[in-house]
């Protein structure tokens, strides 16, 4: 596996499968004519990477998201359950990954966060700080006696028992070349990440957004995005930004490895993948 240089750091794409959605009811709203120069995105499914991503710099190792690991859901998952050996294939062991940050608290993020053993639940990454935001953190931990939340139970709050667990608030630096990046709407702590290194730039978007066509048409909350606002406007903040400083764009759930840039053809705004 052949990581993407950032001046010093190196990025790693991996990946926990993928999963399908109908894309009518992600992006409700829309109409066909919306989608028209997208060619990509004719069907009524569209396919979706869970990609997690290692920063591999000269002082720190950290994994950004977990995945959708073993947890019990319902959403259509074609293939699952890959990041450790992916994480194996990218040459980085668990033991290995001094940070483990999450962009939101959604399921798809943190499912890796605890392995369940003989011996009882345990953190997957043993050596590993977590971060997550502390507005996420609020919200989420209060919505965890529901079902549908249950995970946090399971995957997050485990962490903050061991003391393991950091809340971050705004722009907090991770190590020496990545600092949080808020992006706020999907959930309303949701941080992207800048990457800084020798004058190059990239951002991983987290799930700011979860499409190649959202790069121009940034206004396309889906329904995930708990404030439609805010996302649309944290989406556009974050694809000027890239755009501007000429920075790779590192998406999750974009097609694997989910690495492109930002190019403008007849005045639209195109996400090119690397070749
Ligand atoms: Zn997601």
Known sequence: MIPVQVGKANIYSVSDGNMTFSRDTFFNGLSQDDWKSYSDYQGSEFAMNVGSFIIS???STVLVDTGLGKLDHQIK???RETLLPEINEAGFSPEDVDTVFITHLHLDHVGTNMTDTPS?????FPNARYMVSREDWSLFTRLSNSEAFSYIKQQVQPLMDKGILELFDGETKVSGEITT??????TP?????????????AVIVGDAAHIPPQAQETQWSPSPDRDKELS?????MVMDLIEREHALLASGHFPSPGFG???RVESKRLYVPLS
């Open 77 to 79: 998952q074609p293939t």
């Open 189 to 201: 702590g949701h941080s992207s990440l800048l990457i800084s290194s020798e004058g190059q730039k």
């Open 120 to 124: 009882g639940w345990i953190p997957t």
């Open 181 to 186: 990046l808020p992006t706020p709407g999907h």
């Open 57 to 59: 710099t000269h002082e």
């Open 232 to 236: 649309a406007k944290s989406r556009a």
């Open 261 to 263: 840039n930002l190019v």
